[in-house]
């Protein structure tokens, strides 16, 4: 789960998307019930996509990761 900057403080703010029938917590009760957790996140993402070697930020945060752990200098 990746959450949008300004749903995250939504959520420290008012409480409203993990309170009952709350978008999270409707998405994370639908996740416990499910046998294949991988299948089901796959299928159905949430918030917004996570960021990959396509993405044009990429390079900052290769270079974020790399400085935190211990990665190749490129991949």
Excluded: C, H
């Amino acid at each position: 789960m990746f959450l949008q900057t300004y749903l995250a403080l939504l959520i420290v703010e008012t409480g409203n998307s993990l309170g009952a029938g709350g978008d999270i917590r409707v998405y994370l009760e639908k996740l416990s019930a499910v046998e294949d957790v991988e299948k089901f996140v796959e299928e159905n993402p949430f918030g917004q996509m996570p960021i990959s070697e396509s993405n044009e930020s990429w390079g900052f945060y290769f270079k974020v990761m790399s400085a935190m752990y211990s990665l190749p200098r490129s991949i």
